[in-house]
């Protein structure tokens, strides 16, 4: 089985910064796209961010520019750099992870979520 451990949430004020991380554990073979989304109240689940094995970022609209992903293949682990946090960025983040499981358990190919970390920007 394949967990994802979220961490780095919190309180900050508008304005202010977080680094998010997420890191995987378990039966890895390797990993292919790791990526953030979120969700506040009364609203649905939203792709943030997501990164390649290879690097390549894609970003929503609403934090280009503010919001950095990152990883490090040797770690299993994936970050996320919030600056310049919005009110609007009150959410649970959820880390989400594309794994293959080694071939000695099936080399399967799946999708992993985290359990969450709070973020809320207030002041």
């Known amino acids: 089985q394949v967990q994802l451990v979220e961490s780095g949430g919190g309180l900050v004020q508008p304005g202010g910064s977080l680094r998010l991380s997420c890191a995987a554990s378990?039966?890895?073979?390797?990993?292919?796209?790791m990526g953030w989304y979120r969700q506040a109240p009364g609203k649905e689940r939203e792709l943030v961010t997501v990164i390649s094995s290879s690097g390549n970022t894609n970003y929503a609209d609403s934090v280009k520019g503010r919001f950095t992903i990152s990883r490090d293949n040797a770690k299993n682990t994936a970050y996320l750099q919030m600056n310049s946090l919005k009110p609007d960025d009150t959410a649970v983040y959820y880390c989400n992870a594309e794994v293959r499981m080694p071939l000695f358990l099936g080399g399967s190919i799946d999708n992993y979520w985290g359990q969450g970390t709070q973020v809320t920007v207030s002041s």
């Open positions: 378990g039966s890895i073979g390797w990993i292919y796209d």
